[in-house]
T-cell receptor, first 115, second 114 residues
Framework: KAGVTQTPRYLIKTRGQQVTLSCSPISGHRSVSWYQQTPGQGLQFLFEYFSETQRNKGNFPGRFSGRQFSNSRSEMNVSTLELGDSALYLC??????????????FGNGTRLTVT | AQSVTQLDSHVSVSEGTPVLLRCNYSSSYSPSLFWYVQHPNKGLQLLLKYTSAATLVKGINGFEAEFKKSETSFHLTKPSAHMSDAAEYFCVVSASGSARQLTFGSGTQLTVLP
């Protein structure tokens, strides 16, 4: 069974631009979460989607948004990029958010560099 | 509210010696606890999870962790380190309830010396 797939693996953008990252969860997984990883802040929760609805959101500005499609694939968008948005963005999927103990399976991430 | 504290940012051991990575947690609810490992430029891989069943949890690659409620700890151990264990390890807490939000520790970088 294929794992969580994130595309692209690397991105370089300029301040002020916007970017869209894509995540395909493990087949059958319906919950998708996004995390930002930086050396200074560590891993921080962005948001979680389930059944095409955002279920939970972390403490990030409105420039960060996302969505989930009917096939559970998810995208996240960052508008008006800032230098501080440079990070590894990780997507994780789980079978069913109702199973709180079901672990997250992570993709390899998208490395975003903002110049 | 929930939080996780990983007590060591770096741990260095010799190959073949025991590994101990320390984690303390705080949670308002009955927590689920996890250990994840991250190799360079990779995502996180689940090592093991505690979900209120047995307090001693065995994971992959010979790792195990013991949940101690009285000490609010969930330390990760391995009897004998291997070079391939060199990576960053994250202790994670998930509170019971409707949210799937995880709180990650700051990570412990494990170095294994030959």
């Amino acid at each position: 069974k294929a794992g969580v797939t994130q595309t692209p693996r690397y991105l370089i953008k300029t301040r002020g631009q916007q970017v869209t990252l894509s995540c395909s969860p493990i087949s059958g997984h319906r919950s998708v979460s996004w995390y930002q990883q930086t050396p200074g802040q560590g891993l921080q929760f962005l948001f979680e989607y389930f059944s095409e609805t955002q279920r939970n959101k972390g403490n990030f500005p409105g420039r960060f948004s996302g969505r989930q499609f009917s096939n559970s694939r998810s995208e996240m968008n960052v508008s008006t990029l800032e230098l501080g948005d440079s990070a590894l963005y990780l997507c994780a999927s789980s079978l069913d958010r109702a199973q709180l103990n079901s672990p997250l399976h992570f993709g390899n991430g998208t490395r975003l560099t903002v110049t | 509210a929930q939080s996780v504290t990983q007590l060591d940012s770096h741990v260095s051991v010799s190959e073949g010696t025991p590994v101990l990575l320390r984690c303390n947690y705080s949670s308002s609810y009955s927590p689920s606890l996890f250990w994840y490992v991250q190799h360079p430029n990779k995502g996180l891989q689940l090592l093991l999870k505690y979900t209120s069943a047995a307090t001693l949890v065995k994971g992959i690659n010979g790792f195990e962790a013991e949940f101690k409620k009285s000490e609010t700890s969930f330390h990760l151990t391995k009897p004998s380190a291997h070079m391939s264990d060199a990576a960053e390890y994250f202790c994670v807490v998930s509170a019971s309830g409707s949210a799937r939000q995880l709180t990650f520790g700051s990570g412990t970088q494990l170095t294994v010396l030959p």
